[in-house]
Structure formats: structure tokens, C-alpha cells
Nanobody, 116 residues
């Protein structure tokens, strides 16, 4: 069983930045797909950014140019740099991996709150 543990959430004012991290409990765990999802109160969970094993990245339109997803393979850690944060970015952010393969894993979530 692989556990994904997020960190780096918090509260910031609009225009600020946060950096989320997601570490896999099993150092040797590998997957072709890693990503960040978010869920705001009363809304469905949505994809924010994903990254493939070849480094190819996808972003939802609302975060393009502001968020950057990356993977530190040496530490088996997924990162999400979030700049120019907006109140609409407030949500619980979840790390996920492996959904494109035989078994997907989810983190417990980390709260991001952006005040205007």
C-alpha cells in the first residue's frame, strides 16, 4: 500500500504564492501519471495539473501561467508551485498517482485558502 502525503497548504492573500509537496511513502513507487486535484465546498473534485513520466504536463485553463507542476524523481516527490493566487483557488488540494494504471492512490488533502 502506497501512501501519498501532501504538505505546504495554508492561508495567503490574493496575489501570494504557495508551494505544495506530495511525498510517496514507498521510495521505489513509480507511476506514469501524477497530478494535483482540488475540491472546493459544494463543488466536484477537478483536475488542476498532471505530469507524465516523460515530463509532459497538463493544466486546467484557470491555472495556466500561474501554476507549475514538477516531479523531483530523486526524492520521489511531486510539487505544485502556485503563484498569483486568487480567491477562486481556495480548495482542498489532493495529490494523486497511478490512476492511469492498475491502481490509483490519493493523498489526504491539504487546505489552501486565498483571501481577497
Amino acid at each position: 500500500q502506497v501512501h501519498l502525503v501532501e504538505s505546504g497548504g495554508g492561508s495567503v492573500q490574493a496575489g501570494g504564492s504557495l508551494r505544495l509537496s506530495c511525498a510517496a511513502s514507498e521510495y521505489r513507487y513509480s507511476s506514469r501519471c501524477w497530478g494535483w486535484f482540488r475540491q472546493a465546498p459544494g463543488k466536484e473534485r477537478q483536475g488542476v495539473a498532471t505530469i507524465a513520466s516523460d515530463g509532459g504536463a497538463w493544466y486546467t485553463d484557470s491555472v495556466k501561467g500561474r501554476f507549475t507542476i514538477s516531479k523531483d524523481n530523486a526524492k520521489n516527490t511531486l510539487l505544485l508551485q502556485m503563484n498569483s493566487l486568487e480567491p477562486e483557488d481556495s480548495a482542498v488540494y489532493y495529490c494523486a498517482a497511478g490512476w492511469c494504471e492498475d491502481k490509483g492512490y490519493w493523498g489526504q488533502g491539504t487546505q489552501v485558502t486565498v483571501s481577497s
